[in-house]
Each structure stands twice: as C-alpha cells, then as structure tokens.
C-alpha cells in the first residue's frame, strides 16, 4: 500500500515520538566532545582540513550564545576535505526508526562542487542510510539501500544566500526490506520515499559538519540546535 507523503510523515513523526528516546542534543554551548571535561556530546571530530576553523562560534548561534561554525577556505590537491562530527551509536542500542534535525545555514559558497552536512550512517554497509548535501543554495537529499545503489530524490531551493533551515532527516525500517526516508524542511514535508530495503542494516551514527566535500569546495556552515532520537 502506498501512502499519501503527508500522512506517511506524520506516521513517522508520531510513531518516532510515542515514546521516542532522547539519543542525544546539543545547542553548542560547551565542549564538543565527549572524550573532553566536561564531557561533550560527540565520539569524534573528522578533520582532514586542520587549516579550516571548525568549532563553536557566536557568530554561528541561531539561538543562546554559541552555534557550531565550519569556515571552509582551503584548496588543493586532495581529492576530498573534511571538518565534520560522528555520534557513534552503540550496535546493542537497537531501533528500526531515527529522526535528526538541525538547523544550518550556508553562505560564501564558491560555486564548486558540494559538501555533505548531515547524515545517518548504515552498519554493516558503511554508507548513508540519508544524508544532505549543500550546493550554493541547495539542498540535496541522498539515500543508499543495502545493494549500496543510491537515489536522489530532491533538491530544494533556498530563497537566499545565508538563510538558516531547519533540517528534519526521518528513518524507519532499518533492517527491513521495507524502509522510509522523509525530509522536513522548517516543518514542511519536502520528500517521502518507501520501499528501501535494509535488510540486515542498523544505524552506526549520526554526522554533522562538513563531512565530505571535494577539496575545491570553499563555504561558511553554520550548525545549532541539533538533536536525535529512536
């Protein structure tokens, strides 16, 4: 049976708070880390651009006082840059659906290439269950099924350089060969697809930042008010 978008989102959005549980949050305040005193939210940092500032910033709150920042101003000959952050999920944890949001804002893009800001990592497959791409002012959601055969199904256009969005990245399914992906878009459904098969699959971790991006790509990524539950 295939479902209306909308109905099939709030089926998500219900099923996912009914008793949902809280697996992390973070308005970028403190520290980053988890490993650090005191403690942060994140297991890593994915720094292969040391060069690029990466961390909190005043100038990256959307609110309180600080939100997370990636300049982003080198190039070379490095295929791939890289200043990102991974919420490893514990493989015992469990849950066949997952939700993460998070408010961004992109600006001073270059016009080359693009960069993942957010996604939702498989385990065994190691590659996204859902993930976002920004482009200037696009948007572009991406998933992979457990054939590893990827799908695009929608790019959205921003109204204006620096315009914050608020990015909503629901998952159900996982380990089933009946999976969703939806995208919510400051609370408006944008994309809905069904019948991924992630048979065997569970969720690894969640990222944010500048997570892969080719080396020519030069862009300001601004992050606050993240959060993730199942």
């Known amino acids: 049976?295939?479902?209306?978008?909308?109905?099939?989102?709030?089926?998500?959005?219900?099923?996912?708070?009914?008793?949902?549980?809280?697996?992390a949050q973070?308005?970028?305040?403190?520290?980053?880390?988890?490993s650090e005193a005191p403690p942060g939210v994140w297991g890593y940092?994915?720094?292969?651009?040391p060069l690029n500032?990466?961390?909190?910033?005043?100038a990256a709150a959307k609110s309180g006082?600080?939100?997370?920042?990636?300049?982003d101003t080198t190039t070379g000959p490095k295929f791939v840059t890289a200043n990102g952050l991974v919420l490893p999920v514990a493989s015992d944890a469990g849950g066949s659906q997952h939700y993460e949001r998070v408010w961004f804002r992109g600006s001073n893009h270059n016009l080359v290439s693009a960069a993942k800001v957010i996604s939702m990592d498989l385990a065994p497959l190691g590659l996204p269950a859902a993930e976002v791409y920004f482009e200037a002012r696009t948007l572009r959601l991406k998933?992979?099924?457990r054939f590893m055969a990827e799908s695009t199904p929608f790019i959205a256009t921003l109204d204006a350089d620096g315009q914050w969005v608020l990015i909503e990245l629901f998952v159900t399914g996982l380990g089933t060969d009946a999976g969703t992906v939806a995208l919510s878009l400051d609370g408006q459904l944008?994309?809905?697809?069904?019948?991924i098969n992630w048979g065997g699959?569970?969720?690894?971790?969640?990222?944010?930042?500048?997570?892969?991006?080719?080396?020519?790509?030069?862009?300001?990524?601004?992050?606050?008010?993240?959060?993730?539950?199942r």
């Open 26 to 34: 973070d308005g970028f305040e403190g520290n980053l880390l988890s």
């Open 1 to 23: 049976m295939n479902l209306h978008p909308r109905i099939a989102l709030l089926a998500c959005a219900l099923a996912m708070t009914a008793g949902a549980q809280t697996t």
């Open 201 to 229: 699959e569970r969720l690894s971790a969640f990222g944010l930042g500048n997570l892969f991006g080719q080396s020519n790509f030069t862009a300001t990524l601004d992050f606050d008010d993240f959060g993730a539950s």
């Open 143 to 145: 998933y992979f099924n």
């Open 65 to 71: 006082s600080f939100g997370l920042r990636n300049v």
């Open 190 to 195: 944008r994309s809905f697809s069904q019948g």
């Open 45 to 49: 940092k994915v720094e292969q651009e």
């Open 53 to 58: 500032f990466f961390g909190t910033s005043a």
